[in-house]
């Protein structure tokens, strides 16, 4: 391969080097061939007799016209030979342009088709490169073929990322080959920053329309920011205090977005708030089956709770509960329940009619209390006799049958006395 003055040269078919273009003679040079004579040139104004006469002497000088013929054959051959090979070279030599990003060179090439001219020249392209004509296509003297190579663009397009190739140079040729609209955009390299090989990180932020409701006023503005707090200075909005947007401050805006602005004031409130107290269960052997009673009484607890209370855009919300303090404990109510077995029999009240004592003292009612609330259950018991019976709490509490064990007690003691009334339905149904 060789190169001269601005003209690139490939030789390719082993033919020896090549003058270039603007160096080949417009005719073809006579051949010397060792031991033959030249051919004689015709020079201009003489006849063909003088070149007969000279042919001729030559002959004669070579010893007869059959030697010399026997001679001249071969060589003749030969002669023939270079030439038509001559002329096969020069025919198979193509003149064309190739344009390598953007860079423009005129070479000579052997080379059929522009795959084989591009390995010539050590051109290598890859799946985003692009070719013009394509890789098969034939090479004819005065083609124009043009490579662009592809570069990786790490875009970021309105918050989006992802990869994508272009042949262009320039940020404002990929931003073109792209489809993306610069006009009014922010753009993290200048449009005019070249792109190498190795590819380039670019953000955009194109210009949106994003509307603002703040103070009862409605404003719209165009805007490239990258995030939501950023337009609202854009927009001349100003947050203080507890105030907040409809969507996240650092949010990306969108085009056609609507963001309310929530003017919002707040207070705090306290409270004491009872604590309700638990219930222990004991379990109690001495006591009747059926029967509690309270060995301790509950004492609800104190609480102290905090309150947020928030005024948006002039409109009171729902008090939120922002924590709480435990001021007094409560004390749990203690209760012992029994599980002795209840006696059903006591020795001269055992085949008396109770039950027709308590249909007229309480209507068959194990839980009746009087109007004045202070006696209950089936047989009316008053407190202060409940308790001396050995019973716990009320009578109107108490399980039936225990009431009536009571009662009996209540009888062998003082017979029908207690029940002035209906006392005499023990005996007489």
């Not at 006849?47 to 004669?60: H, T, V």
């Not at 792209?178 to 920053?193: F, M, N, Q, T």
């Not at 012992?336 to 009240?349: D, E, K, Y």
Request: glycine letters at 12%; proline letters at 6%; a positive charge.
């Amino acid at each position: 391969m060789s190169t001269s003055q601005g003209s690139h040269r490939v030789g390719r078919r082993g033919a020896g080097a090549t003058l270039p273009v603007h160096e080949q003679p417009t005719q073809t040079a006579p051949l010397v061939v060792p031991g033959l004579l030249p051919a004689p040139a015709v020079v201009p104004g003489q006849g063909s007799r003088a070149g007969a006469r000279r042919a001729a002497r030559r002959r004669k000088a070579s010893g007869g016209t059959g030697e010399g013929l026997r001679k001249l054959v071969p060589q003749a051959l030969v002669v023939a030979f270079l030439a038509g090979g001559t002329s096969a070279f020069v025919a198979d030599d193509k003149a064309v342009e190739l344009t390598v990003d953007g860079v423009p060179r005129t070479l000579h090439t052997f080379a059929d088709d522009v795959r084989e001219l591009l390995a010539d020249e050590g051109v290598a392209v890859g799946d985003h490169d692009i070719v013009a004509p394509g890789p098969g296509e034939a090479l004819a003297s005065g083609d124009e073929i043009v490579v662009r190579y592809g570069r990786p663009v790490s875009l970021t397009l309105d918050g989006q990322r992802r990869q994508v190739w272009t042949t262009a140079g320039t940020v404002e040729g990929a931003l073109r080959q792209l489809g993306v609209r610069a006009e009014g955009a922010y753009l993290s390299a200048s449009r005019g920053a070249t792109i190498s090989r190795q590819g380039l990180a670019l953000d955009v932020r194109t210009e949106r329309a994003v509307t603002f409701l703040a103070d009862g006023r409605e404003r719209t503005i165009r805007t490239n920011a990258a995030t939501v707090r950023e337009a609202l200075t854009e927009a001349g909005i100003t947050l203080s205090g507890q105030d907040t947007t409809s969507v996240p401050a650092d949010s990306f805006p969108r085009d056609g977005q609507t963001v309310n602005v929530l003017r919002i004031t707040g207070s705090k409130q306290v409270r004491e708030e009872s604590v309700p107290y638990a219930v222990e269960q004991v379990r109690d052997p001495e006591l009747f089956a059926g029967t509690e009673a309270v060995e301790r009484q509950g004492v609800p607890g104190v609480r102290r709770v905090t309150y947020s209370l928030r005024t948006v855009n002039g409109v009171r919300q729902r008090p939120r509960r922002t924590g709480e303090e435990i001021v007094r404990e409560p004390v749990s109510r203690k209760v012992r329940i029994g599980t002795r077995p209840l006696p059903t029999s006591v020795a001269g009240a055992d085949g008396l009619d109770w039950g027709a004592l308590a249909a007229c003292e309480s209507g068959g009612r194990p839980n009746a209390v009087d109007p004045s609330g202070t006696y209950g259950g089936l047989y009316q018991f008053d407190p202060g006799t409940w308790h001396a019976l050995g019973g716990t709490g009320t009578a109107q509490n108490a399980p039936a049958a225990e009431q009536t064990f009571r009662a009996k007690k209540l009888y062998v003691q003082r017979g029908a006395s207690p029940w002035p009334h209906c006392g005499r339905r023990l005996t007489h149904g």
